[in-house]
Nanobody
């Protein structure tokens, strides 16, 4: 499975960005999808995830109410809509896929990772 994240860039605080992650998986709907991020000098952290059916989503407290994850299984793509961006959201954002049920926020459960896309939020 190959994952290709895109959509990052430079945005002002308060602005919005939508990230996309396209998968090469033959049966995309068998994978839960997650987004993680890593800021300079910090460890990678969980941002949010969506179940393989799309019915369940969960988010880190730091982004809840501002970020929304969705997926299109027919297009084999997962999205991360980021609104009301803050400078502290600056990071490289990674999409990831897993077959294990549950454990959405546990990065060690994800089998496949994309290359990351940089989002920079200026103040």
């Amino acid at each position: 499975v190959q994952l290709q994240a895109s959509g990052g860039g430079l945005v002002q605080a308060g602005g919005s960005v939508r990230l996309s992650c396209a998968a090469s998986a033959p049966i995309f709907s068998t994978y839960d999808m997650g987004w993680f991020r890593q800021a300079p000098g910090k460890e990678r952290e969980f941002v949010g995830a969506i179940s393989r059916s799309g019915r369940t989503t969960m988010y880190a407290d730091s982004v809840k109410g501002r970020f929304t994850i969705s997926r299109d299984n027919a297009e084999k793509t997962v999205y991360l809509q980021m609104n009301s961006l803050k400078p502290e959201d600056t990071a490289v954002y990674y999409c990831a896929a897993k077959t294990t049920y549950l454990f959405f926020s546990d990065s060690s459960k994800y089998n496949y990772w994309g290359q990351g896309t940089l989002v920079t939020v200026s103040s």
